[in-house]
């Protein structure tokens, strides 16, 4: 393999550099609460419009449309995968079981003791944050927004260069220079990568790599194959994986991103901000004392 720094080859690279600034943009920040905390637990729209209407009945045990989109939210029971017909099949049934389960708890006393207080306390807070964070972000992430952040950021991006080239791999100079020969008697690129080249991730296609910029190959590579007019075909490159011959098929400037290529990614970054900002305003005017530090301890040791 070739490609120096190595992403996914689909998206453009013009995609990449976007996506990176606005990685940039977000200044790393040790949270007290994770990132994406607010987002798991808000119930679909469905369930809100008749959350009592009751859907499932075990004994005296009723589970209602709310529940179903409480639990169906929850990221713990790790739902994607399945179809719908089938998330709702095992909702249904750990709700179920986590009544029952409830009730025999209960009945064992395990509600009554300081230690589960605290616990429900935590996760009660934690609930709060959750939503009152949610309600920041749903401010925050909007369509003007989106686009606002979309033209900032792109209107410093400049085009880059790019070719789409093949290449053939061998060990030797010898074996290049012999790949050489039988491409000026004729014979195909395609055919010949396929044969010999020992690039096994190109040679499938023909010795194809698709666009790449010069930055994403090893230098002595892309200097040849951006030195190269479609059509031409270099003499031998020697780099590290070995001796290289390169043929360009075309040249072009990286095509500037859409904005709905980058609205997944521009909606991540506001919501990555909105919850910074929700923390950082939290947490103004407040100092941590940490009682626990070792000079504590060390003072406890010596009396």
Known sequence: MIVQNMQNPIAPSLIRRVAGQLR?????????????LG???TPPAAAQDDPDRVVARAGDIEITAADVAI??????????DADPDERLEIVITYLVDLRLGAQAAMEAGIGEGEEFARRVAYLREKMLLEDYMQGEVDDAVTEEAARDLFETTTAGVEPEDEVRARHILVEEEAEAIA??????AGEEFAEIAREVSQDPGSARNGGDLGFFTAGRMVAPFSEAAFALEPGEVSEPVETQFGWHV???EERRET?????????EQIDNFLTRQAQQAVILGLR??????RLDTDEDEAEEGDD
């Open 24 to 36: 940039r943009r977000v200044a790393p920040l040790a949270l007290a609460v994770p990132l994406a």
């Open 39 to 41: 987002l798991a637990l």
């Open 71 to 80: 639990a169906m939210a929850d990221p713990a029971l790790q739902l994607r």
């Open 179 to 184: 790949v050489r020969e039988r491409l000026e």
């Open 246 to 248: 390169i043929k360009v």
């Open 255 to 263: 095509p500037m991103p859409e904005f709905e290529e980058m609205r």
């Open 284 to 289: 103004e005017g407040v100092e941590i004392e």
